[in-house]
């Protein structure tokens, strides 16, 4: 049963969300880009972030890892300002790439993958709008994501209408996800997962020199299908423009017997990840606890 405290809550975000679809993405992006900049480090989640930075990046000053968690901030609320406008952003016309809000040099990649009949795994970290790979590929390519909604049930329903047109299938982060995961790979569709969060069951990583758990379906599905796994990641380049880059397939590592080595497999991915938020510290989400 939901309590009046999620009610008054989920109606306010379902009311800000259809306000903000309202105005063009530039305004919308950028006003809540102004507010989380300015609330962000009044909140609880400053303090992780500022413990994760300096843990990562321990020869930086403290102003540096500040500033760098004002843009972070920032482009937090960037992402809530830009989600009601995703289907228009990630909309790419590769004949009119002036017009486009998605820049690329990996297009012979992303076609490769539409046109070979093969399944493939993507995967994406939280890094600048992390959403607009699965929205531009479920557009352009076709796909499947896996997503972890709310737990506010009047937001997670709201999300999920944006969401619903733009995304392709989506696959709720429950139990019965691999099986689904699973299934998508066996029709031969295409299927993105963001990797870069604490999962309490994974394998063990380093990431920043620290120990961390990874969650390891993407390699045990690698494993069992046999096919490419691609990292895609989006640049936030300024206000509503981005860049997106795709790496690989990437070369899996392999036992002696040559089957996909899971751990090693997912080492490799969080190693990519790393140089991905190393080159744009700013645009990833330090604020929550990826180091337990």
Known sequence: MTSLTDRLLGGTVAALLRALARTDPDHASALCGAVA?????????????????????????????????????????????????????????????????????????FLQMRDDDKPALCFAAHLANWELPAAAMAAHIGSAAVYRMPNNRIVAAEIERIRAPIMGELIPARADAPLRMAAVLQRGDHLGVLVDQHFSRGVDVTFFGRRCKANPTIARLAARFDCPVVGVRVIRRAGVRFRMEGVGPIDLPRDARGNVDVAATMQRITTIVEGWVREYPDQWLWLHRRWR
């Open 37 to 109: 900049r300015r609330i962000g480090p009044r909140l609880p989640a400053h303090r992780v972030g500022r413990a994760n930075l300096r843990h990562a990046f321990p020869d930086r000053s403290e102003a540096w890892i500040e500033e760098t968690l004002a843009g972070v901030w920032e482009n937090l609320g960037r992402v809530a300002g830009e989600y009601v406008h995703l289907g228009t952003i990630a909309r790419y016309d590769p004949d009119h790439p002036e017009a486009n809000r998605i820049e690329t040099d990996d297009l012979p990649l």
